[in-house]
Structure formats: C-alpha cells, structure tokens
C-alpha cells in the first residue's frame, strides 16, 4: 500500500517541473505537443507569486496528467521572458503544440485558475473525477453500498468538499440501516450547499429510512391491508416499508392506491410521499420516470 502510494504522489509531482533556459524546449516545447504546459514566470521575491504557485500547483496536480506546469525563475533565467516580452510578474502562458496559446497576469483565486486550466485543456479537466461519480453512482444503484462507499471514498479524499460524494456516501449509509453516520455526513455539506438536488435526494432517503422503522413488518401491513383494503394508514406504512426493502414499484403501487380512492386523506398524504420517494429515488430512476407518469395520470384523469 505505501508503495503503490508513493508512485502515485511521485506520478503528481512530475507533472511540476522546475526548468531552466537550456530545458525549455524539452520541458515546455516538446512537451506540450503531448499536453497543455503552463509556464509560471515568477522570482522569490515575488510576493503575489508566492500567493499563485501554490494554487497553480493544486489545480495541475488533480488535473492528473491533462496539463503539466513548468515554473521559471526570471532571475536565474532571464532569457526566455525576456524574449517574450514578460515584464510583470506573476505571467502565466499556456503552450500548445509548441505555441503559446493563452496566458493571464496576476494572482488569480483558485476558481480563476481552473476555469483557465478548463480553457486550455478544452474542457478536459474534472472528466476522471465524473466518471468515477458516475461509477460510484452505478454501485450505488446495483446495491452494492461497500464499494459504492470506497468510490464516493476515493473522490473525497482528492476534495473533501465534494457535495455529490458527501451525499452519496449518506446515501451508503442509509441503504446499509447506519442512518446516525448518514446524517453525520450530512451535517458536513455546507449550508450553501443544502438544497443541491444530490443532497436533498440524500436527505430524503434519510427521513424515509427513518420513518420505515417505525412501521412494523411488512407480513404484519400486508395481512392488515389484506383484512381491510380501505385501511389507509396500513397501506401507508406498507408502502414505507417496502420502499425501505428496495421494492419501488411495490411501494408506489399502494400510494397510488389511496390517491385514487381518497386524494384527500392525511391532507394529501399518499401522494406528498410520493413526491418524496420520486426525490429519493433520483429523477431519472426508471421507477421515478413511471411512477410520476402514473401519479399525472391519476391527478388529471
């Protein structure tokens, strides 16, 4: 573990290099013509550069490969900027195919700097990081919460800020009954962050977790809605308890039961818990897709 985590920080740092007047063409002429090179113009007395390096060296670093930055000291190799015409320090020039191709001047946030690595790389960067969400997402759905887990794990280890991993973690957390972990993760999005579509499906995934358990097996509702097709608040609770078993269509089936037959019961009850399993579910669930065309059928039959 500690050597294959060794080659993969070693695998980071090459993509920052130190270079010099004699290593420009191999390390940004040459070099570019296989991916973007950032140079960095900078001098240790600089101090808007001390503030930029450092976020430069961040956004090419997750970038995982897709850009390389090389950084030169213009006290120690004074050449190349001055044949470009640097006069202000920190510059920043993208190459391309062995031409420059963009550049900025200045200290920018860090947002700055990855929209402009975003630019350069057409748009390349982050791809790994969806397609890894994706992957986690996918498990996820499958009923495979552990490895859905390591994946949501994975992502936020490169950013612990990272609202959809946080709320699919939750999510691993509920499918596997731990709902106090569930919504200790929860807690951790922040409040800016609250009404993300991927952290309310998390939360609503909770609260009906958390209202399945307090229902009562599911032979027990089924022998009751059995006795008494017209016991409302049985077929509720089945409908809780099923969902919480994965059994989405089972579960909608009943809901929509009692919208037909009274719309009005439990001030429109049936079909508010709908709504919240459709926003659990995800919208693009194949039972959120039927369920709400059932339900608008129902509504404006």
């Known amino acids: 573990m500690l050597q294959n985590g060794g080659a993969i920080t070693a ?28 140079v960095d113009f900078w001098a240790p007395w600089c101090g808007p550069c001390k503030q930029l390096t450092p976020i430069l060296e961040k956004a090419v670093k997750s970038a995982k490969g897709k850009v390389k930055l090389a950084k030169m000291d213009i006290d ?3 050449d190349i900027p001055g044949q470009m015409g640097i006069q202000s320090i920190p510059a920043v020039i993208a190459f391309a195919n062995g031409q420059p191709v963009d550049g900025f001047m200045g200290a920018l946030p860090e947002a700055q700097v990855i929209a402009f ?6 748009g390349k960067i982050g791809g790994e990081e969806k397609d890894l969400l994706k992957e986690a997402d996918a498990a996820l759905a499958a009923g495979n919460a552990a490895e859905a887990a390591n994946l949501y794990g994975q992502l936020l280890k490169e950013d612990s800020g990272n609202v959809a991993a946080l709320a699919g973690l939750a999510r691993c957390y509920v499918a596997t009954g731990n709902l106090e972990q ?8 922040p409040e800016a962050k609250l009404n993300d579509s991927a952290v309310a499906a998390a939360r609503a995934a909770l609260e009906l977790a958390e209202q399945a358990k307090s229902v009562g097996p599911i032979d027990e509702l089924e022998k009751k809605v059995a006795a008494d097709p017209l016991d409302h608040q049985a077929r509720f609770d089945l409908a809780a308890a099923l969902n919480a078993k994965g059994k989405r269509a089972e579960a909608a089936d009943h809901l929509m039961a009692i919208v037909k037959r009274d719309r009005k019961w439990n001030e429109d009850g049936a079909r508010k818990q709908l709504v919240q399993f459709f926003e659990a579910w995800g919208l693009t669930d194949p039972a959120t897709v039927e369920g709400r065309k059932r339900l608008s059928s129902i509504l404006f039959s």
């Open 76 to 78: 120690k190799h004074p």
């Open 182 to 189: 569930a919504k200790k993760t929860l807690a951790i999005v």
């Open 117 to 122: 690595l975003e630019r350069v790389t057409k």
């Open 11 to 38: 695998a980071a740092e090459s993509v920052v290099v130190e270079t010099t007047t004699q290593n420009f063409i191999k390390d940004v002429i040459e070099e570019s013509k296989r991916q973007p090179v950032l």
